[in-house]
């Protein structure tokens, strides 16, 4: 860091829907190491290990730097008028259905706004939708038909109060980290507070469960309906609640009593005994303060608007809600997931909590001024590019989001925008696999470039500021929208000169004869001064005259939003997920620890790249054995849409007949391993959300004659062998690499990409064994390694190299070893924070730590941001049970 004086800027992590403080010292071009910000209420100072690594994402490496029109750079002026006269002609020939704006619940909520106001305001029809169709759609239904509107009831501190913390469908330790330490936390000071983790996977979240439910893919809906019928059975309901504050109830009991018939059918249903049914369900009764948190494992499902009733139905039914310590609690995957949802970024939403009602089309439309207030609501994601695939849609614009990555049916969505006249994508990044596909790339502004707001899980309204100049001629999203409604001639409408004078018109929206009756009412921050602003500390809506510090819980009088005021309880049919034709295994899809969807942050830091390394498939080690399938072996998953290659990990973790792939793997960094595109379009009737957990697929060994890695200074892109998977380490990038036929030939074939110097060589020609080093000037170039088998997991030295402005005389003896002779080797990185290996940590075990407390105080491992303590209490308890085996 250079002498320049220090500032320290308060914002938000631009990651998980948590929504943590940041602070950030910069100098204005470098940015030291981040930290938690301790007031911060979300997170009090901690950060996972993806916030405390966002110092190392920033770099303008891929950045988009300028506009684009079929890859020549291209003036703003010039791009941004194009844009405008291409809507204004596709509005003149084919009116405005013709026209879609895709976003994201990565958007700030200004940047959202402003998207939202000028497709459905002035442009003219409802097709925006964004990303949270694929993420909140579902909950958004449940919530609206069960409340009256689309209310989160609880807060964080709900999590920490409550007796009993049911999580479904949630891996929330490694996708909400610091809401599941703020659980941990309180578990550890109150032992006696239960843990209920509900997923057909055993998970790093389990890890705290009392009670793992280990139940069959898609049946939660008959769990939760079994448990309101137990609960009436066994008289505990709170019937002064159910007859005072909510309506429906009845025909909701006895639909829950239909579909089960007894609790041996249900545990039949869900496949799990009767006794582990039967020891949450009696949790369950005898626990007042209860939490129920619930994500993807719920939302993306063919049912999973009836799935979120089934469990709202079960709090109303018990009173539980708007109590501390007892609320559903829909917990929100992206940054301002919940901030789009307030603007109307889905495509049956108009905006500010108000639909397509008359009364609400009409209040919207004064308010904006708006000359063509769109008449009904646009089409949903899927139906949105399915609508682009049949040339329907004549401009598309993209913002914040890579669909070619993240829809189902990925590959019928990169076949799409081939049918459509113009795809625009604003974007910080450019080497996406959507921005391939895109006709105008516009360079995005991107999180510490740039103002705004985010709303988290617990509707927390929380400022992002900027502490870094935009690079090139990026811009904020809200400024290129703004300039093409000018262009269009809506300059007065569209008048912000910054995002602070966007969120006012979005407080004073939700203010408009509001009057206290609808739920999302901003009005306490109307008006303010941009340094109000700029100082804006972190609230929870609704901000207004009753609730003028924000409001924490909801419905905790008892008042709901429907017409009547009471709460609606939602007959549900529970239904299994159609039974899979395409193939014998069901694939589901998720996230891990360190990465962030489609990598385009996380695929920075190196830190991140090392928890896991490589797009891979888990399958329990009898279906492995049944397909031949060996651990570490790659494996091709595939149905009729496709095939993916991915690395094979066995572990009993998963059921008999599933298999999960993470959704993070794009062609930027693996040869094949965008699994969305096994995805079928199958979605739920009422939210149109796809159902992205549930896919037939079939997996085989898939064939190699080598394997290998690269480790090398400079990215080589993509490389022409049958699989590559790469990354970032601290010196450069490696790749991890297999082929067929001769690897001397593909080496030598590969070595011409990089650049003149002295090759130290190794060849065995029988074994496919090759180690192949560069040296250029005596600095460690590159080193490409290859076996008949999968080898050289151990490679930390080597990439510590890098570094070195020389390679000494006995390092360079020591390069095709790939390791010191007398470096001891400390396996793979379980503790990104302090680079604590596996084999440290099983050495250390062996030696009499016995538990995670333990190890930290030896190593360090698990003490800084806590995501790794699952796995190291798993390898404890691993060493635990060998040791009971041998004994
Ligand atoms: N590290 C990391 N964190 C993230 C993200 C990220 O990309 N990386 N993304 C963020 C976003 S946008 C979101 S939406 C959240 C998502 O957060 P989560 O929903 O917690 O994450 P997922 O891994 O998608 O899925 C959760 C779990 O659902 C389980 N599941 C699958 N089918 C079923 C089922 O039928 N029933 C039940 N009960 N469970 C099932 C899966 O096995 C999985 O463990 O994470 C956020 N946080
Ligand atoms: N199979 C399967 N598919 C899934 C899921 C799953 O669990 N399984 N999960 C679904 C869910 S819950 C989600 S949320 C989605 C996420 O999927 P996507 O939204 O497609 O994934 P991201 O990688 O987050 O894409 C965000 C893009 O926006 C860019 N970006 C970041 N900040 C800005 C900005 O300020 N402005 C602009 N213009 N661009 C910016 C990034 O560079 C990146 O390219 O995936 C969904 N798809
Ligand atoms: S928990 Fe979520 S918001 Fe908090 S630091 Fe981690 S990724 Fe960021
Ligand atoms: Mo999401």
């Known amino acids: 860091m250079n002498n320049k004086a220090l500032t320290t800027t308060q914002t938000t992590c631009p990651y998980c829907g948590v929504g943590c403080g940041v602070d950030i010292n910069s100098d204005g071009s470098q940015v030291e190491p981040v930290s938690g910000t301790a007031a911060h209420p979300a997170n009090f100072g901690r950060l996972c290990v993806k916030g405390s690594s966002l110092h190392e994402t920033l770099s303008e490496e891929g950045r988009l730097l300028h506009p684009t029109l079929n890859g020549k750079r291209a003036s703003w002026d010039k791009t941004l008028s194009l844009i405008s006269d291409k809507i204004q002609q596709v509005l003149n020939t084919h009116g405005p259905e013709a026209i879609a704006f895709y976003g994201a ?118 769990l939760f309906a079994t448990l309101l019928a137990y609960l009436e059975e066994n008289d505990k309901l709170d019937q002064n609640f159910i007859v005072a504050n909510t309506q429906g109830f009845d025909e909701t009991l006895a639909a829950a009593r239909a579909a089960c018939i007894s609790l041996d059918h249900s545990a039949e249903l869900l496949d799990i005994s009767r006794d582990a049914l039967l020891s949450f369900l009696t949790l369950f009764a005898s626990t007042e303060k209860t939490v129920t948190v619930y994500s993807q494992g719920i939302n993306q499902s063919a049912t999973g608007s009836d799935k979120g009733n089934a469990i709202i139905n079960v709090h109303l039914a018990t009173g539980r809600i708007g109590k501390p310590g007892a609320c559903p609690f829909s917990i929100t995957g992206q940054p301002n997931a919940m901030g789009g949802r307030e603007v109307g970024g889905l495509a049956n939403q108009l905006a ?130 703004t300039q093409v409604a000018h262009r269009l001639g809506f300059a007065e409408q569209f008048d912000y000169q910054s995002p602070a004078d966007i969120f006012d018109e979005h407080c004073r929206l939700s203010a408009f004869e509001n009057n206290g009756k609808r739920d999302f009412d901003l009005s306490g921050l109307t008006g303010m001064s941009l340094a109000d602003y700029d100082a804006l500390a972190p609230v929870q809506w609704p901000v207004n005259a009753s609730y003028p510090a924000g409001r924490a819980r909801f419905f905790d009088d008892g008042r709901f939003f429907t017409a009547n005021g009471k709460a609606q309880f939602v007959a549900i049919s529970p239904e299994l997920p159609e039974q899979r034709q395409e193939g014998d295994l069901n694939m589901n899809t998720g996230r891990v620890r360190d990465h962030w969807h489609t990598m385009t942050r996380t695929g920075k830091a190196p830190r991140l790249a090392q928890h896991i390394s490589e797009p891979y498939a888990e399958i329990h080690p009898l279906d492995a054995a049944a397909r031949g399938i060996a651990e570490d072996q790659l494996v091709s998953v595939s149905n009729s849409r496709g095939a993916i290659t991915l690395r094979a990990r066995l572990s009993e973790n998963q059921r008999r007949g599933d298999i999960f792939v993470p959704m993070h793997w794009t062609s930027r960094y693996a040869s094949n391993a965008r699994m969305g595109k096994l995805i079928n379009e199958t979605r739920d009737p009422y939210s149109g959300q796809p159902e992205l957990k549930i896919t037939g697929v079939n997996a085989e060994p898939f064939a190699a004659d080598w394997q290998g890695m690269i480790l090398c200074r400079d990215d080589m892109g993509a490389l022409d062998c049958e699989y590559w998977a790469s990354g970032v380490t601290q010196g450069g990038f490696y790749y991890e690499i297999a082929g067929r036929g001769d690897a001397a030939q593909w080496l030598s074939t590969v070595s011409q990409q990089l650049p003149q110097g002295d090759w130290i060589t190794f060849s065995d020609a029988n074994s496919n064994h090759h180690r192949h080093v560069l040296l250029v000037n005596g600095r460690l170039e590159a080193a490409l390694f290859t076996h008949k088998e999968q080898r050289f997991t151990t490679r930390q030295w080597l990439i510590d190299r890098f570094a070195d402005e020389q390679i000494s005389a006995s390092d360079r003896r020591a390069l095709l070893a790939g390791r010191a002779a007398d470096l001891p080797d400390t396996g793979a990185i379980v503790c990104s924070c302090y680079q604590v290996g596996e084999k440290d940590i099983m050495k250390a075990i062996e030696n009499g730590c016995d538990s995670a407390e333990a190890l930290g105080a030896k190593l360090k491992c698990g003490t800084n941001c806590g995501s790794c303590v699952p796995e190291i209490k798993a390898l404890v308890a691993t060493h635990a049970v060998a040791m009971e085996i041998s004994a």
């Open 105 to 222: 619940g990565q958007m700030l909520t200004e940047d959202y706004y402003v998207a939202n106001k000028l497709m459905k305001g002035f442009i003219g029809s409802a097709n925006m939708d964004t990303n949270s169709r694929l993420c909140m759609a579902s909950a958004v239904v449940s919530h609206k038909r069960a409340f009256g509107a689309d209310i989160v009831a609880g807060c964080y501190e709900d999590l920490e109060l409550a007796d009993l913390v049911v999580l479904v469908g949630s891996n929330a330790a490694w996708a909400h980290p610091i809401a599941y330490q703020r659980i941990v936390a309180a578990k550890q000071q109150r032992p006696d507070m239960k843990v209920v983790v509900i997923d057909p996977r055993r998970t790093a979240t389990c890890d705290i469960a009392d009670i793992h439910l280990a139940i069959r893919p898609g049946s939660d809906g008959f």
């Open 352 to 481: 500010a909590h108000m639909d397509f009602a008359p009364s609400d089309r009409e209040r919207v439309r004064r308010f904006w001024g708006a000359p063509a207030l769109a008449e009904r609501p646009g089409m949903k994601a899927v139906e949105l590019f399915q609508a682009v695939r049949r040339g329907d849609i004549k401009f598309l614009w993209i913002m914040s989001t890579n669909p070619l990555v993240s829809m189902p049916d990925a590959d019928a969505v990169k076949d799409a925008l081939k049918h459509c006249e113009l795809v625009v994508l604003s974007d910080c990044m450019g080497n996406t696999d959507t921005a391939a596909a895109a006709h105008v790339l516009l360079p995005a502004a991107s999180w510490g470039e740039k103002n705004g707001t985010v709303t988290n899980s617990e509707r927390r309204i929380s400022r992002q500021r900027s502490f870094l100049q935009a690079p090139g001629e990026a811009m904020p999203d809200w400024w290129m929208l």
